[in-house]
């Protein structure tokens, strides 16, 4: 079993920076690919960014993040990191990383092929 926690979340203004972390215990976790994800207000759950496992590094993000959000990962600390810069009150949210550990190589953007699922953390921006 897999337990997610992330960490990082808060209240910055438009233009700011946070660094969203997610902590794993348990599984192998380096192996996995593991996504974040975010739920506006009224909105639907909407992929962010994933990272592919096992020292590949991949990724992938959504077009309205890109140059903005980074997503990279250390194995040794089981932590992926969500670096956001450039904040806009539209990345208001709470944010999810989740894992898939059925492939460290294949990268997705639907929240169906993820496993586990961390509690969420609130970031807020105010304009």
């Known amino acids: 079993q897999v337990q997610l926690v992330e960490s990082g979340g808060g209240l910055v203004q438009t233009g700011g920076s946070l660094r969203l972390s997610c902590a794993a215990s348990g599984g192998t976790f380096s192996r996995y690919v593991v996504g974040w994800f975010r739920q506006g207000p009224g909105k639907e759950r909407e992929f962010v960014a994933d990272i592919t496992g096992s020292g590949s590094g991949r990724t992938d993000y959504v077009d309205s993040v890109k140059g903005r959000f980074t997503i990279s990962r250390d194995n040794a600390e089981n932590t992926v990191y969500l670096q956001m810069n450039s904040l806009k009150p539209e990345d208001t949210a709470v944010y999810y990383c989740?894992?898939?550990?059925?492939?460290?190589?294949?990268?997705?953007?639907?929240?169906?092929?993820?496993?586990?699922w961390g509690q969420g953390t609130q970031v807020t921006v105010s304009s």
């Open positions: 989740a894992a898939d550990p059925n492939s460290w190589w294949k990268l997705s953007r639907s929240p169906n092929e993820y496993d586990y």
